[in-house]
């Protein structure tokens, strides 16, 4: 059985009924991955745990104990993202602000700023469930997403380190379209294999009389 892939809620990710601030294309990800496990992958996966299952001896069946353990794994996976998706506070970075609203960094805010040896850089704050280190997306509740909340430019504001303090100053707070990774299907799912062998790949019928699959086959 091929081991696809399906991430785990991080220890500090909240699963909990409370407001999921988001932006629009982070919660169209969250959906097309709630959608993909639950109408693609999860599907996949049944199939090939049904097909173990009628090879007799299940508690010596690797293929069924690796099913088993990836079906609790994706529907754990869905009841989680159902509970972001349901508490999602969608808040749009293009939106028209005016006032404060516009000046001052709040979430959805793109935001420059400078460490105390002039070094700068530019940090978008958007939700826990779109932290994307490598564009610069940080969570409105990391230590830098409170600090920089609600300041303006020309402000100071202290960041909360582990080690200390660090003083930062605000050079411009702006708003714009936030470009969130999309979601994609993982190359190792059951879904994306049965998809690519179409019909030979679900036929059980092509195993050989050793009791493997061919090599193309292959389940990992």
């Known amino acids: 059985m091929r081991k696809g892939f399906t991430r785990k809620p991080k220890a500090d990710e909240p699963a909990t009924p409370v407001k999921n601030y988001i932006t629009p294309s982070g919660l169209e990800r969250l959906k097309d991955e709630h959608r993909f496990l639950l109408t693609r992958e999860r599907p996949a996966v049944t199939e090939v745990v049904a097909w173990a299952a009628s090879n007799g001896d299940r508690s010596e069946n690797a293929d069924y104990q690796y099913g088993k353990r990836r079906l ?3 529907d754990g996976r869905i009841r989680f993202l159902t509970k972001r998706i349901e508490a ?11 006032g404060q609203a516009a000046a001052r960094a709040f979430f959805g805010a793109t935001v420059r700023y400078a460490n105390a040896a002039g070094v700068e850089r530019v940090v978008s704050i958007v939700g826990t469930d779109e932290i994307d280190l490598e564009r610069n997306h940080i969570s409105w509740v990391s230590p830098l997403g409170r600090a ?5 430019a020309g402000d100071s504001v202290v960041l909360q380190l582990p080690g200390g303090t660090e003083q930062l100053t605000v050079l411009d707070v702006y708003y714009e379209h936030i470009a969130v990774e999309p979601f994609r299907e993982p190359d190792g799912s059951e879904a994306s294999a049965r998809e690519e062998y179409g019909e030979e790949y679900g036929d059980r019928r092509n195993m050989g009389t050793d009791g493997t699959f061919p090599d193309v086959f292959s389940l990992g």
């Open 148 to 152: 920089l909340m609600k300041s303006a």
């Open 72 to 74: 609790r794994q994706i």
């Open 88 to 98: 999602a506070e969608v808040v749009d970075p293009e939106a028209r602000r005016s």
